[in-house]
């Protein structure tokens, strides 16, 4: 995992949040016919293609994003060519790569899984702005040769009772809509 990624992400964050709170509104089922999964989100996401090497113009990456005042959710795939033989490696990795490209505090992880593929739950604490501070979980999963991150993320001094209620949404609508 690339870690301009998730300093592109912050970039974006940081000229899109602001302080504010999540309304509670009625949800959209979002689905990626080419990501091949399906989730629970307030808006419509962005669609970005993340190129790593514009010289090559090869796309590593796809990126859903639904940034809003004071939250964010963040949907990504990757297909790997090779994850090893070792998935928990692989999966150590991709969070180092995540913390690094985030600059990020890891505060907390966990082994999870989606069904039979292996996972990590990432609690984070990053800054942007040098001033706002942000709380983010992150899910990671490998199912055969993609790699799915989501992200929920909101202002630390939001709601504890609505960022719990909002993440716990968010991921438990995630779904695989067909066979990697």
């Not at 942007?128 to 983010?136: E, F, L, M």
């Not at 992200?151 to 993440?167: P, Q, V």
Request: net charge negative; with cysteine; hydrophobic share 35%.
């Amino acid at each position: 995992m690339s870690t301009k990624t998730l300093a592109t992400f912050l970039i974006l964050l940081s000229t899109t949040l602001a302080y504010g709170t999540q309304t509670k509104t009625e949800w959209i089922r979002f689905t990626s016919p080419e990501g091949r999964f399906s989730v629970l989100l307030p808006h419509e996401p962005k669609f970005e293609a993340v190129i790593t090497d514009p010289q090559v113009k090869e796309v590593t990456n796809y990126r859903y994003t639904e940034l809003e005042d004071g939250y964010g959710f963040i949907c990504e795939y990757y297909d790997v060519s090779s994850t090893g033989a070792d998935l928990e490696a692989f999966l150590d990795v991709t969070r180092d790569g995540i913390i690094r490209g985030a600059a990020a505090t890891k505060v907390g992880e966990d082994k999870i899984n989606l069904g039979d593929y292996p996972g990590r739950e990432l609690a984070l604490a990053f800054t942007v702005n040098n001033a706002t501070n942000i709380t983010a979980r992150t899910r990671i999963f490998i199912v055969g040769k993609r790699l799915y991150s989501l992200t929920y993320m909101h202002l630390k001094d939001a709601d504890t009772k609505l960022a719990l209620e909002t993440g716990t949404k968010f991921f438990s609508s995630f779904k695989i809509t067909a066979s990697n």
